[in-house]
């Protein structure tokens, strides 16, 4: 099941973020009355979340630990060694940034911080917060219980309520994210919902994490906008609200999508253009302008510019490092299963 509508969602949840990096920048004045809208640009990365969560509910479904594993690894990691090289390369030349040889290295595990080093991108602890999710997956699926959504998902919507209101327990941190827990369990209810599986227990499960999202997103304006008015935090949360409602008639009807092939284009294109438009597009905006009336020709040229490195990235590096890892690692997997004593299984 591949729902077309959801790269579009996903395009343009990537698409705010770029908007918000470019125009929304504290010190940025190259367009004014663009920014009081684009300031709501961060907002694409809890909508990010929403999808994970249903995506993520959809790629576990009928498979075994290791064959999600795969899946994962193969969809997060060779993309994002492109993309911090080149990442690292622009900003080097272009803000005269050093980066070690082993601070790359550590950024490719995503474990960087646990090592000692700086993301080479801010953006990074998106890709973390996606890796804990995975891993709490993997582990269900390692246990074989995830198909036993009533147990977990209550566990860890009632952590994530307990959390908001009293920050315990205090170590939910180490091995998920609880400040946006609410936005993949929403996405995963709304899968359970499409599914038709145990409907009035997720809507209870999704109508809950709406409310703590809200909660959440009302919250955390401060962190994305410098001194938010009241104003601000209830636009920021309507517009939350509004991605809900997206979702949900998205992932409860089929709904018919024209040019499929370029929708699907954008979707593909979404995460190269995540992993490298923040730091390599800011350096090429800075270094060349001096002025709010070079940014106003620099920022549409960059995001031309971004579009179409994302596109040669996806193309002739991405798709093919990908295929080859993936092919790799499943012909390792099906040679290990078949090696393996019948007694011992892999779940």
Not at 212 to 219: D, M, N
Not at 263 to 269: D, E, N, P, Q
């Amino acid at each position: 099941m591949r729902l077309i509508a959801l790269d579009a969602i996903r395009f343009f949840a990537a698409f705010a973020v770029v908007l918000y990096h470019y125009i929304s920048r504290k010190e940025s004045l190259a367009y004014p009355f663009a920014a009081e809208f684009t300031k709501y640009g961060y907002l694409g990365v809890p909508l990010f979340f929403i999808i994970s969560g249903f995506v993520i509910a959809l790629s576990a479904n009928n498979r075994t630990a290791i064959e999600f594993a795969i899946s994962r690894f193969t969809r997060l990691y060779p993309t994002l060694w492109i993309c911090a090289i080149f990442t690292a390369a622009a900003t080097s030349i272009l803000s005269g940034e050093q980066h070690s040889i082993a601070k790359i290295a550590a950024n490719f595990t995503l474990l960087n911080e646990y090592l000692g080093y700086d993301d080479i991108d801010g953006v990074y602890w998106t890709l973390k917060a996606e890796l804990k999710f995975y891993a709490l997956i993997f582990i269900f699926l390692v246990f074989g219980i995830y198909e036993k959504h009533k147990i977990w998902l209550s566990i860890w919507l009632f952590s994530t309520i307990l959390y908001t209101f009293t920050a315990q327990p205090f170590f939910m941190g180490w091995f998920i994210t609880p400040h946006y827990s609410s936005f993949f369990i929403a996405g995963i209810a709304l899968y359970l919902l499409r599914q038709n599986k145990d409907k009035p227990y997720s809507y209870v499960i999704l109508a809950v994490s709406i409310t703590i999202s809200l909660i959440k997103g009302f919250q955390q304006v401060s962190g994305f906008i410098p001194s938010p008015t009241e104003e601000e935090r209830i636009v920021a949360t309507g517009i939350i609200f509004s991605f809900f409602i997206v979702m949900y008639m998205i992932t409860n009807k089929d709904i018919p999508i024209r040019n499929q092939r370029l929708v699907m284009l954008l979707g593909a294109l979404t995460y190269p253009l995540y992993l490298i438009h923040n730091m390599a597009g800011k350096a090429i905006i800075d270094y060349f302008s001096t002025s709010a009336e070079d940014e106003r020709v620099l920022i549409p040229l960059t995001i031309a510019f971004i579009i179409l490195m994302s596109f040669l990235i996806h193309i002739y590096l991405e798709k093919p490092a990908s295929r080859i890892i993936k092919n790799r690692l499943t012909s390792l997997y099906k040679k290990a299963k078949s090696t393996l004593p019948i007694s011992i299984p892999i779940k």
